[in-house]
């Protein structure tokens, strides 16, 4: 078979169809910049439409006292402060005029009695402020956005009478390395999974969206695009990631049956009555309840269950204990064998209420498990547990022009892929919403560098490397099969570098995360080129791989638990650690740990913050220059 | 026509892999559509038997009744047409009741699938060579039904002033039949896709019109029963046609409620 | 815990295939996408399949089950008794790639086809208001996960290739009807075009799109019947008819380009005279094969030399049929 690559020139490539990825196409685009959109399955297919719940932006349509202050504060406070607070301001500022905008290219949000978009509440956010559309928010943002760069084709079309003059869409296709001409981003090279031909786009701009790295863990509700690819690409062409340690798990997936394993169960099954059983039929929340807890959680059943009806005079069911004490009792109760046969615990509203009621206040969740599991939940108890859901950590990028930091010019990340907006924790919705706000920046700003730089080479040398590694496992033979490697590297992550981490374990996992590295430079692919997954899936693994030591080197590192972090032995949250970002970077072939320094937050920010609030994350230093602050 | 033969397409030589009895729904609506129209042709050409003099029933085949054979009591609108064979006694209206169904869009779908086999079940290939649906003549024509919903609203209308008349000589079974009937049709004909277009459907703004909005609304809930009236309506109308068609033969008599 | 069952997998691309035999073992609880998985796992590698999200939200795993337009990942094999054999091919209507992978370009062709949202030109963002009883109809049609089952399934590009450049489908034909039912949409001839240019007159409501949408959208029933109706209110209304011929409207010409794409409508040239309206080949764009792809060049090739300042992708001399140049030699007036 002779390497036979086509070639295309373009201004600026964006790597990723998600929200994040159109969105700065659409920009690009505007800006007159030639654009090419990549990505790995069908266009409109990526993982955003999988989001349900709502986006967040402070329009205050339905408590006017939102404003973006609050909005920031929540976020702030989401992540444990660990936020990049220039970013957290930035997306909270402009969510709403990024959510009105998509409503000039055709979205049809939920409305409020006047008219205008309605917001509804979610966990974290202190008023009503997610943007909806019923629970396929994410599907109406992706098909929104899709149908606005149908519709800039078709303005093309009418002055140049080719649809893809000035943004073209290649679905299917795998982008494996960037290109690099010194340290200027030259292109990205990949492959059609159509044909499995070769191609290469040369372009001085290069977007990253492409999404998160949750496949490397066995219970996902991530599809398989999920390999921390751009993650990879990044650290590859000499961009830092950050806060790869952080990840966030909800503690309510559908372990059972496996064809769903992963899918999220909504807290509110818990919030209406639902309780948490293990296989031996107990309460087992009871003996979680930590002490900082105690006072505001009941002691027994009886009590418990008065609350529901009489939660004045009685104190919360420990089943509603915030998500990673939920998830920490699930996982104990699971590695003590006390679990279901599936991996779980026993999720029961059947005993608890009639089965009218049920089918009322849960029909989604009756229709989820009844047309996905058939299980009927108004008979049967549901079977959950954790599921890895979304990763905060990422590029670590300029706030502002979302240009990837690290040795590398003529690289931007936007999307989940980027890191830093969400600290430590995300709360629900802000993703979509950081997808438009640092999509639409990371669009405008890689335009704009177009202009400044000549046009880059991509060196034939490289070239050629990239080549030969894309093509390597169809070319060896007698090495592992991927499905294995990756069922392997998924025992691994979800074992050792799971909810609950120690440091022995996360040590184990190096180690053993070392060893697979050989065997999945060995890996082998039987079949063709054309439409191969064995193939994709081999050069996915070296990935996932990269992006998981990343992920168990910072876990091991940071001796606190803060938000998407938990360790066993260092359960407490640290003020010192609330100072420091750990950053990874790739030497050779080696993941190197670095720890740099939180950006110091404006005072006027840090103004929107109260005292008591602020002494429970900072340091005494940093309090006594709270202090000093001048009264706003 | 499989798809081995289609380049490109995958080569499946199998016509339809369907294990279920996909044939069955189509061959139920061509027995039944073919058994209806079989009884209905036979009926309107008997000319007779369609007037029960006693308790004033005129069933829904002959009226209005407008021919020179006519019953004068049965003829609302006069008798202006010769008594050939071939003029159907309720020539004003049976056309269009005709062209209400032939064009109606369930039963556009019935014989589309059942009789024309175009195509007969989903996924199951079309029994034709070419096909240009609704696009020309004489299918093009299709687009009328509006219109045949104007007409059918009307004959609705004389039905049930039918019913009313025969109600003013007491109350019997075949009262009730007529009611029933009567009720059926209108719940079809207000079910009708044209009306429901016409209620508030063509309306971009429905909060600019809150009282079509709720009529479309009302139509809608009907719509979702299309297919159910469509046949409900063919079994009343048979049912009520063959009662009186019996009465009027006597063949037994009509049960009495009252008088 | 599981038992085996029987498949029948297709497998081939464009060049043939056939229907080949596997046993795979079905836990309780799976669904036919994870039998695929199953296979791809343990027996077959190469097995292409597409999918995303697991949950019948992408609308990626379409393909056929026992001859019934389907997604793998909503059909449950707990449907299915033991003994029974299970056959999974690919969409049959859009051609194959390789197994249960098919080329749905036909799709994103026809969206590109299909004129877009229309936003009021006096609206700034931020000052739509909408009711919700008004985007409902709408956004029923927003449901759509784009899976293309009901375009699969529709027999008149199913059993009648030749009429897929005139007939858009019933995925293109809720797209027109949100748009037309969309509050603040200002295209007025959204109609006129569904049945022009999208061939609505074509289908002939047998209502399988509906029966195949695993969205449950209405197709038939709140799509495309409603829109024929809006085009009996334009077309076929007699009245309106009537009110045209009286006042001659359709005999004012229309010309310049379409006011949806922008096309110019062909007109015949006198005798003698150039044709100025030919479909050239417009920007010469660069050379994509069959396949839509660039040829392919020699992983060596380097441009040499500065860029063309014509573009690089410009092979001069052009074509002569391309260039709106006529010798006043071969004017018969002249
Ligand atoms: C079940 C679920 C529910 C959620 N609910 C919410 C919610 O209610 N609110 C909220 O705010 N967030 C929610 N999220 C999170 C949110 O959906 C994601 O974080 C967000 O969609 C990520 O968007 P993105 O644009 O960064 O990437 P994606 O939408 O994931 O797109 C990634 C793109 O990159 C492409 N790509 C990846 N690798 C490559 C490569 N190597 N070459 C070429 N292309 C590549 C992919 O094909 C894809 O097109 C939810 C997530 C899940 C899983
Ligand atoms: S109803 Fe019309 S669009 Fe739908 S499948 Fe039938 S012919 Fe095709
Ligand atoms: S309308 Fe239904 S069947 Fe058609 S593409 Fe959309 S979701 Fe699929
Ligand atoms: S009568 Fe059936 S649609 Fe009008
Ligand atoms: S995989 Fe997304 S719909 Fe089946």
Redesign the interface.
């Known amino acids: 078979m002779t390497?036979?690559?086509?070639?295309?020139?373009y201004d600026v490539v964006v790597i990723g169809a998600g929200g994040a990825g159109l969105r700065a196409a659409i920009e690009a685009r505007s800006a007159g910049k030639k654009t090419a959109i990549i990505s790995k399955?069908?266009?409109?297919?990526a993982?955003t439409?999988?989001a349900e719940g709502g986006a967040a932006a402070a329009m205050g349509n339905v408590n006017s006292r939102d404003n973006w202050m609050v909005h920031f504060r929540d976020t702030m406070r989401g992540g444990k402060f660990l936020n990049n607070f220039r970013m957290a301001e930035l997306h909270a500022k402009e969510a709403?005029?990024r959510i009105?905008?998509l409503?000039?290219?055709?979205a049809?949000f939920?409305?409020t009695k006047?008219?205008?978009i309605?917001q509804r509440n979610f966990g974290g956010h202190e008023y009503p402020r997610l943007a909806h559309?019923?629970d396929?928010t994410g599907?109406?943002m992706i098909?929104t956005l899709q149908?606005?760069i149908?519709?800039l084709?078709?303005e093309d079309?009418?002055e140049?009478?080719?649809?893809?003059?000035r943004i073209r869409v290649f679905?299917e296709t795998t982008i494996t390395e960037l290109m690099l001409d010194g340290d200027r981003v030259a292109g990205a090279f990949g492959y059609?999974r159509?044909?499995g031909?070769l191609v290469l786009f040369e372009a001085p701009a290069v977007v990253l969206a492409t999404g998160g790295v949750g496949k490397s863990y066995k219970v996902t509700s991530n599809?398989?695009?999920y390999t921390g690819d751009g993650h990879a690409l990044a650290l590859r062409a000499g961009a830092t990631l950050i806060n790869m340690e952080f990840l966030q798990f909800h503690p309510t997936g559908m372990v059972?049956?496996?064809?769903?394993k992963g899918?999220l169960v909504t807290e509110s099954v818990r919030g209406d009555g639902g309780v948490l059983k293990n296989s031996e039929g107990n309460r087992f929340m009871f003996g979680y309840v930590p002490d900082v807890f105690r006072k505001q959680y009941a002691e027994t059943e009886e009590e418990a269950d008065r609350w529901y009806t009489d939660p004045d005079n009685n104190r919360r069911p420990p089943e509603l204990l915030p998500r990673d004490e939920v998830a920490r009792a699930i996982n104990t109760e699971v590695k003590e064998g006390r679990g279901t046969p599936a991996g779980g615990v026993y999720l029961d509203v059947s005993t608890r209420m009639p089965a009218e009621t049920i089918r009322r206040r849960l029909p989604s969740m009756y229709h989820q498990f009844k047309?996905?599991?058939?299980v009927d939940i108004t008979a049967q108890p549901m079977e959950v547990g954790p599921t890895c859901h979304y990763v905060m950590g990422g590029v670590e990028v300029d706030p502002d022009t979302t240009a990837a930091l690290g040795g590398v010019r003529g690289l931007f990340a936007a999307g989940e892929v980027s890191g830093g907006m969400h600290g430590s924790n995300r709360l629900g919705g802000n993703s979509l919403s950081d997808l438009l706000v640092f999509g639409k920046r990371a669009g405008e700003h890689a335009a704009a560098y177009c202009d400044s730089v000549a046009r880059p080479r991509v060196p034939?040398k490289d070239?050629?490397l990239a080549?030969a590694t894309a093509l390597g496992p169809l070319e060896r033979s007698g090495g592992d099969?991927?499905?294995?490697l990756q069922q392997e590297l998924q025992v691994v992550m979800g074992d050792l570098v799971g909810i609950i981490r120690r440091e022995a374990e996360l040590s184990e996992a190096l180690k053993r995360l070392h060893e697979l590295r050989a065997r999945v430079a060995n890996v082998s692919?039987?079949?063709?080129r054309?439409?191969?997954?064995?193939?994709h899936l081999a050069l996915d693994l070296r990935n996932m791989l990269v992006v998981s030591e990343c992920t168990a080197l910072a876990a091991l590192e940071r001796a606190e638990s803060r938000g998407g972090h938990t360790r066993e032995d260092f359960p407490a949250m640290d003020p010192e650690w609330r100072r420091i970002n750990l950053i990874c970077a790739l030497d050779g072939d080696e993941v190197r740990l670095t720890r740099k320094p939180l950006p110091r937050m404006r005072p006027e920010l840090l103004a929107l913050f109260e005292r008591g609030e602020m002494s429970k994350y900072l340091t005494d230093e940093e309090l006594a220059e709270f202090d000093a602050l001048p009264e706003a | 026509m499989t798809t081995a033969t289609r380049p490109g397409r995958a080569a499946i030589t199998a016509r339809t892999l369907r294990t279920d009895r996909w044939w069955f729904a189509p061959l139920v609506t061509f027995v039944g559509l073919g058994a209806w129209v079989t009884y209905a042709t036979v009926r309107v050409f008997m000319h007779g038997n369609y007037w029960v003099e006693q308790y004033h029933y005129l069933t829904p085949f002959y009226s209005p009744c407008v021919t020179e054979r006519c019953v004068e009591a049965a003829a609302h609108l006069g008798r202006f047409l010769p008594g050939w064979w071939i003029v159907p006694d309720a020539a004003l209206t049976l056309p269009f009741l005709l062209l209400f169904r032939l064009t109606c869009y369930y039963y556009r779908k019935a014989y589309y699938r059942a009789f024309w086999l175009s195509p007969p079940a989903c996924a199951v290939p079309d029994g034709h060579k070419r096909y240009t649906g609704e696009t020309r003549f004489p299918l093009v024509f299709q687009n009328v039904h509006r219109y045949a919903f104007y007409a059918a609203a009307v004959i609705s209308v004389i039905n049930t002033y039918d019913a009313a008349l025969a109600q003013a000589t007491g109350l019997g079974l075949g009262n009730v039949i007529l009611w029933v009937n009567v009720v059926a049709l209108w719940a079809y004909t207000l079910s009708c896709h044209s009306c429901r277009h016409i209620a508030g459907g063509r309306l971009k703004h429905f909060s600019k019109h809150p009282v079509r909005y709720r009529f479309w609304t009302f139509v809608s809930k009907l719509n979702v029963r299309h297919m159910q009236l469509a046949w409900v309506t063919l079994g009343t109308l048979a049912l009520t046609d063959a009662y009186i068609m019996a009465l009027a033969a006597g063949w037994f008599s009509d049960l009495r409620i009252i008088n | 815990m599981g038992t085996k069952r029987n498949f029948r997998v297709w497998r081939g691309?464009a060049g043939g295939g056939e229907l080949q035999d596997f046993q795979v073992e079905v836990?309780?609880?799976?669904?036919v996408?994870?039998i695929i998985h199953r296979l791809?796992?343990t027996q077959t590698?190469?097995?292409?399949?597409?999918?995303?999200?697991?949950?019948?939200?992408?609308?990626?795993c379409s393909m056929e089950i026992n001859g019934m337009p389907r997604l793998g990942?909503?059909t449950?094999m707990?449907t299915f008794t033991a003994d029974e054999t299970v056959t999974i091919t690919p969409l049959r209507t859009f051609p194959v790639?390789?197994?249960l992978?098919t080329?749905?370009s036909f799709n994103?062709r026809k969206?590109?086809e299909?004129?877009?949202?229309t936003?009021p030109a006096d609206?700034a963002?931020?000052e739509?208001?909408?009711?919700?009883v008004d985007?409902e109809r709408?956004?029923e049609f927003?449901?759509?996960?784009?899976c293309y089952l009901c375009q699969n399934t529709c027999h008149v590009i199913r059993d009648h290739e030749e009429n897929k450049p005139p007939f858009s489908g019933p995925r293109f034909f809720i797209r027109a009807a949100e748009?037309d039912m969309?509050p603040l949409?200002t295209l007025e001839d959204r109609k006129e075009y569904a049945q022009a240019s999208m061939g609505l007159g074509m289908c002939n409501i047998t209502k399988c799109c509906t029966e195949v949408c695993p969205e449950h959208i209405k197709i038939t029933d709140n799509a495309i019947i409603p829109m024929k109706e809006r085009v009996v209110d334009r077309r076929y209304d007699p009245l309106v008819w009537l009110g045209r011929k009286i006042f001659r409207r359709d005999q004012l010409p229309s010309p310049g380009?379409d006011p949806l794409?922008?096309v110019l409508p062909p007109r015949e040239p006198a005798e003698g005279e150039p044709d100025w309206q030919r479909r050239h080949h417009?920007?010469q764009?660069p050379a994509v094969g069959d396949?839509g792809?660039?040829?392919?060049?020699?992983?060596?090739?380097?441009n040499q030399g500065a860029g063309s300042p014509f573009g690089?992708d410009v092979t001069l001399p052009l074509p002569a049929e391309d260039l709106n140049y006529h010798h006043p030699r071969d004017d018969p007036r002249r």
């Open positions: 390497t036979r690559i086509e070639r295309h020139r399955s069908l266009f409109g297919k993982h439409v999988m709403p005029s009105w905008e409503e000039t290219y055709g049809l939920d409305r006047d008219g205008r309605s559309v019923g396929r599907l109406e098909r149908q606005r149908v519709a084709q078709q079309f009418r140049s009478g080719d649809y893809d003059a679905s059609y159509e044909s031909e599809s398989w695009e059972w049956p496996p064809s769903v899918i047309e996905l599991a058939d034939t070239l050629e080549v099969n991927p499905y294995h692919a039987s079949g063709g054309r439409y191969n997954p064995g193939w | 691309d836990n309780e609880g799976e669904v996408l994870d791809q796992a590698p190469d097995l292409a399949c597409r999918w995303n999200c697991k949950a019948g939200k992408c609308g990626s990942c909503m449950r707990s790639i390789r197994d992978v080329d749905v994103y969206a590109r299909t004129p877009a949202f936003p609206l963002p931020g739509y208001r909408m009711q919700q985007v709408s956004q927003r449901k759509c996960i784009e748009l969309h949409d380009p794409l922008g417009g920007a764009g396949d792809h660039l040829p392919i060049t020699e992983l060596t090739f380097e690089d």
